[in-house]
């Protein structure tokens, strides 16, 4: 089920992504309509949209475009409930419609050989985002992070697009100095 707020967030957000080659130039012309989206949001969300888990964040798909150069989730983050540490191999645009998400970014500071070892992370900046506001990512280098809310806070919403169906991504072992690619569920809309 859609709406009109919506199909419109879709119909404008492909038509500005087929306009733009480069990952950067996307998340510039996307993070405005996110912007709008989610002030919206409670006008399309339906309750399959807020389910839960208590094993951890769930990713509830809102959209994914046919030929998977799009998809759009809702993500709920009950306090306490992290993602590992991973990168997503696509630009993202993130907006939160509910809580306070907290993102830590690690930085890479060994050369990128495309290996999957020998990868060095350092901490970096957190940045906390409260209802209505919106961040982005880009790939290559990739933006390496931890998202989720922490147990002194309440449940997190967000929306995330994404350039493409976001069913797999790198998660890092700090300690190890590895990364591996993992296949992550979703609750179909
Ligand atoms: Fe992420």
């Known amino acids: 089920m859609t709406s009109d707020v919506l199909d419109s967030f879709i119909n404008q957000a492909t038509a500005r992504c087929d306009l733009q080659s480069e990952p950067d130039d996307c998340v510039l012309a996307l993070a405005p309509l996110m912007l709008d989206l989610i002030v919206h949001a409670s006008t399309f969300l339906r309750p399959h949209h807020y389910l839960s888990s208590d094993a951890g964040y769930t990713r509830n798909l809102i ?16 306090p306490g409930q992290w993602t ?24 890479r500071v060994s050369p990128d050989r495309g290996a999957d070892k020998e990868i060095d992370l350092v901490r970096g900046g957190i940045v906390l985002l409260r209802s209505g506001s919106v961040t982005s990512f880009v790939p290559n280098p990739d933006h390496i992070h931890v998202t989720g809310v922490p ?21 890092y072992d700090v300690e190890a100095r590895t990364r591996r690619r993992i296949t992550v569920p979703h609750n179909e809309s």
Do not use: C, I, Q
């Open 63 to 78: 959209y994914e475009a046919p030929n998977k150069a799009l998809s759009l989730y809702a993500l709920v983050w009950l």
């Open 151 to 171: 147990t002194e806070r309440p449940r997190a919403v967000s929306l995330h697009l994404y350039g493409r169906t976001m069913n797999d991504f790198n998660v």
């Open 84 to 107: 590992p540490v991973h990168d997503h191999g696509s630009w993202g645009v993130v907006g939160v419609v509910e809580g306070v998400l907290e993102e830590r970014a690690y930085v």
